[in-house]
């Protein structure tokens, strides 16, 4: 639909990434969530920075205040190696993926 310009001006303000494409002409979004040096070499969209942070999660009190943070060797990992991860849904790490991480 957006491809179609139905409006003006077209703004996204979803998900701290650009679209890429010309069919966005602005971006909400904070120095938090996207840094300025990046901003002016990834963004396709001109940018309307926000103050603080636009994400409305708050970390605070989330872990209880003895938490620590677990050592490589409680999972049985050696110390100081990299760990991959993929914070989102467990069927998009495919295979293919997961062999490109391992390169």
Same mark, same amino acid.
């Given at each position: 639909?957006?491809?179609? $310009?139905? @409006? ?7 998900? @701290? @990434? #650009? #679209? !890429? !494409?010309? +069919? ?29 942070? +636009? ?20 999972? !049985?990992?050696?110390? !100081? $190696?990299?760990?991959? @991860? ?16 391992? $390169?």
């Amino acid at each position: 639909i957006l491809l179609l $310009r139905p @409006a003006l001006m077209q703004v996204n303000m979803v998900y @701290a @990434a #650009t #679209t !890429g !494409g010309d +069919h966005i002409d602005l971006f909400v979004n904070d120095k938090v969530a996207s840094p300025p040096d990046l901003v002016s070499e990834v963004f396709s969209e001109k940018m309307l920075m926000v103050p603080g942070s +636009h994400f409305v999660n708050n970390q605070d009190g989330l872990l209880p205040k003895s938490w620590a943070e677990p050592s490589y060797s409680e999972f !049985g990992l050696e110390e !100081g $190696r990299p760990i991959i @991860a993929a914070m989102n849904a467990f069927f998009k790490v495919t295979p293919v993926i997961f062999q490109a991480w391992i $390169r």
